[in-house]
């Protein structure tokens, strides 16, 4: 069974920072591509970060230089910093597990973040 279990999300003042983090199981995590997404009220869910098994990274421009995303292979474990948060990186953020190998993607449950203005 599946699991991608987020945590670190919250309430914070524009500005500020949070850490993200998104504890896998069930998966082979080190092969996967790990990714971070994000919805907003009334809005599509987009991409924020990736992190393929290689270690390559990308960003949305939105993002680009403010957040970083990494992965630590031995506890299975992706996060995401976000620094010089702003009110519109409110939103839902969701970890995505995909396995290029296989073509499965896994997503958590969501952890709300909200950056007050």
């Known amino acids: 069974q599946v699991q991608l279990v987020e945590s670190g999300g919250g309430l914070v003042q524009a500005g500020g920072s949070l850490r993200l983090s998104c504890a896998a199981s069930?998966?082979?995590?080190?092969?996967?591509?790990m990714g971070w997404y994000r919805q907003a009220p009334g809005k599509q869910r987009e991409l924020v970060a990736t992190?393929?098994?290689?270690?390559?990274?990308n960003y949305s421009d939105s993002v680009k230089g403010r957040f970083t995303i990494s992965r630590d292979n031995a506890k299975n474990t992706v996060y995401l910093q976000m620094n010089s948060l702003k009110p519109e990186d409110t939103a839902v953020y969701y970890c995505?597990?995909?396995?290029?190998?296989?073509?499965?993607?896994?997503w958590g449950q969501g952890t709300q973040v909200t950056v007050s203005s």
């Open positions: 995505n597990a995909y396995s290029t190998s296989f073509g499965l993607r896994y």
């Open positions: 069930g998966i082979i995590f080190r092969f996967n591509t």
């Open positions: 992190i393929t098994s290689a270690a390559a990274t």
